[in-house]
């Protein structure tokens, strides 16, 4: 998902990082609010950083013949909310900008709204929905990294498609093309990071319930 | 639970292992960033990036020695947590453990 250096127009660039910014810096400002108010949290905080580290290194072959990478954010957006998950992506992309010529510093603001923002919000709603209406803590969490992590390469997609548009087809013909690249690729790799994140979450609800219990993870539910 | 995320890692393992034994003849399983950009070149021929990446690994073997620390980095942290965690419940259960130290 990552857009490369130099493969965005600058207006587009900075219309990225414009919308990308505020949610950082609120989530800067609910890192330590969070870290104040449960200290407790702070390793589990580091922990979730750290999924999202192992699972955006993780090239995976899919059904399609080519290769691609989760994000790991559902982890995080579910125990810590989206803007949180914000920086922390935006300390991934940034380490990958910097050392894998993999994104870079212009397009910085495009990865971050497209896995630090869409991605981890679309999870917490999915996170906090489903439940909500009656679903499992396990199934929502599966649910939640799964399309977090679609919904991330769906908006890859578009602004690529936005900044390419087709000749022919126009933005709509360019956002086909793109998505025929990314979303599919990542359909079998979205349920991989689904079934890795309820691994993980499985042993937090083995032995850090006391964590969980101070972020309101299990939602009022006996798990 | 420690047999249902077996099942869990299982299913994962056929996600990634299938697509290899399916498609073995025919796919290289290249980057779809890197589909992405032969797609652009293909919409606007002759694009050229106008910013270069700050550092590039100079072959993929030092590229994969990067991923690899990124993803050693990430896992030691985790495993360092559920050691730390599983350590700290098992002292709780049999204090003459943590006595004795």
């Known amino acids: ?223 | 639970m420690m047999k249902r995320n077996l099942w869990l890692l299982l299913g994962v393992i056929v996600l990634a292992v299938g697509p290899l034994m399916f498609h073995s003849e025919t796919a290289k399983f290249g980057g779809s960033d890197d589909q992405a950009s032969a797609l652009i070149s293909n919409i606007k021929p002759g694009y050229q990036r106008w910013v270069q990446p700050v550092w590039t690994p100079p072959s993929s073997e030092i590229e994969s020695l990067i991923f690899a620390l990124q993803a050693a980095l990430g896992a030691g942290l985790l495993g360092y947590y559920f050691g730390r965690k599983r350590g700290l419940i098992e002292a709780k259960d049999a204090p003459e453990i943590r006595a004795s130290h």
């Open chain 1, 1 to 223: 998902m990552h857009i490369m250096e130099g493969y965005l127009p600058a207006t587009h660039c900075l219309a990225w990082g414009a919308a990308s910014a505020p949610f950082v810096i609120a989530g800067g400002l609910r890192v330590k609010k969070v870290v104040r108010e449960h200290p407790e949290v702070k390793l589990l905080l580091a922990a979730s950083g750290a999924f999202v580290f192992v699972l955006s290194a993780l090239k995976l072959p899919s059904v399609t013949g080519s290769s691609s990478h989760p994000t790991g954010t559902g982890l995080a957006a579910s125990l810590f909310g989206p803007t949180i998950t914000s920086v922390l992506s935006a300390i991934v992309l940034l380490f990958q900008a910097l050392l894998l010529a993999h994104g870079g510093l212009t397009t910085l603001g495009a990865n971050i709204f497209s896995m630090g923002i869409v991605g981890p919000f679309v999870a917490y709603g999915l996170y906090r929905g489903l439940p909500a209406v009656g679903f499992s803590i396990p199934l929502a969490i599966f649910a939640a990294a799964t399309f977090g992590d679609l919904s991330t390469y769906v908006v890859t997609s578009l602004q690529l498609a936005l900044a390419f548009p087709d000749p022919v087809g126009g933005v709509i013909g360019a956002a086909v093309k793109f998505l025929g690249i990314f979303a599919i690729t990542q359909v079998p790799l979205a349920i991989s990071e689904g079934l890795l994140t309820v691994i993980v979450w499985n042993l937090l609800a083995k032995y850090s319930r006391e964590e969980l219990t101070s972020l309101g993870a299990f939602q009022g539910r006996a798990v």
